[in-house]
């Protein structure tokens, strides 16, 4: 899996990252871990969690607040600190993107 100490690795999906992509063809492929993807709150992950083996790849864009967390009102920053602080010693996984370019990229996509 992911070289972490960790048994549980959150990616929050920040948009215009490639989230879709890493969900959908790189995240399912890796070996030695359970990947979960999908679900919204606490208590669905907790569930999920307790049915599956570490170590665990968790991702979701409402980790970064994308979708039906936002729509809640919750920021980013609550619902990473909520992650931490239910999960101590979990890791958290963030992919960036140059600023001009996921400009470009918003901008496309709001075109079409």
């Known amino acids: 899996m992911i070289n972490c100490t960790s048994d549980i690795v959150f990616h929050a999906g920040l948009q215009?990252?490639?989230?879709?992509?890493?969900?959908?063809?790189?995240?399912p492929s890796i070996?030695?871990?359970?990947?979960?993807?999908?679900?919204?709150?606490?208590?669905?992950?907790?569930?999920?969690?307790?049915?599956?083996?570490?170590?665990?790849?968790v991702s979701s864009e409402n980790f970064s607040t994308r979708?039906?967390?936002?729509?809640?009102?919750?920021?980013?920053?609550?619902v990473l600190s909520a992650l931490a602080s239910t999960f101590p010693g979990s890791a958290c996984l963030?992919?960036?993107?140059?600023?001009?370019?996921s400009l470009v990229s918003s901008y496309?996509?709001?075109?079409?």
């Not at 215009?16 to 995240?27: A, D, I, P």
């Not at 679900?39 to 599956?52: M, N, S, Y």
């Not at 979708?67 to 609550?78: P, Y």
């Not at 963030?94 to 370019?101: D, N, Q």
């Open 94 to 101: 963030v992919f960036l993107r140059e600023p001009a370019s």
């Open 16 to 27: 215009k990252t490639g989230s879709t992509f890493l969900q959908r063809t790189v995240f």
């Open 108 to 112: 496309s996509q709001y075109l079409m």
């Open 31 to 57: 070996r030695g871990g359970t990947y979960i993807h999908g679900g919204i709150g606490f208590r669905w992950l907790v569930e999920r969690l307790a049915l599956e083996s570490p170590p665990y790849l």
């Open 67 to 78: 979708g039906a967390l936002r729509d809640l009102g919750f920021e980013r920053e609550t």
